[in-house]
């Protein structure tokens, strides 16, 4: 089991920014498809962001495109989420997930993936 540590969440304005980070337990970090999700109260988990396991590959939804930028640095097994330009409907928690090898095909779903941080809240307010 990957443990996963999300930090750098807090509280800013709209316009502002952040850079979220994810500690990885994993002995073969290198190896492992990243990706962030977000939820807000009430509302299912939104697929947000995911980087291949070298970094050469990003994906971002529609909603944050532009804006957030998803980088890895393996030598110390840590994946960012550089978040630029936040608005008030950012304001989540952020969840960083780990896809083990052999990975899913996809990676939109929370079920795509094998482990889970367990969250950092981003307050946007306007």
């Known amino acids: 089991q990957v443990r996963l540590v999300e930090t750098g969440g807090g509280s800013v304005q709209a316009g502002g920014s952040l850079r979220l980070s994810c500690k990885s337990s994993?002995?073969?970090?290198?190896?492992?498809?990243m990706g962030w999700f977000r939820q807000a109260p009430g509302k299912e988990r939104e697929f947000v962001a995911h980087i291949s396991a070298s970094g050469g590959d990003t994906y971002y939804s529609d909603s944050v495109k532009g804006r957030f930028t998803v980088s890895r640095d393996n030598d110390n097994k840590i994946v960012y989420l550089q978040m630029n330009n936040l608005k008030s409907e950012d304001t989540a928690v952020y969840f960083c997930?780990?896809?083990?090898?052999?990975?899913?095909?996809?990676?939109?779903?929370?079920?795509?993936?094998?482990?889970w941080g367990q969250g950092t809240l981003v307050n946007v307010s306007s």
């Open positions: 997930a780990a896809q083990i090898p052999p990975p899913s095909d996809d990676f939109h779903k929370w079920s795509d993936y094998d482990s």
């Open positions: 994993a002995m073969y970090f290198s190896t492992n498809r």
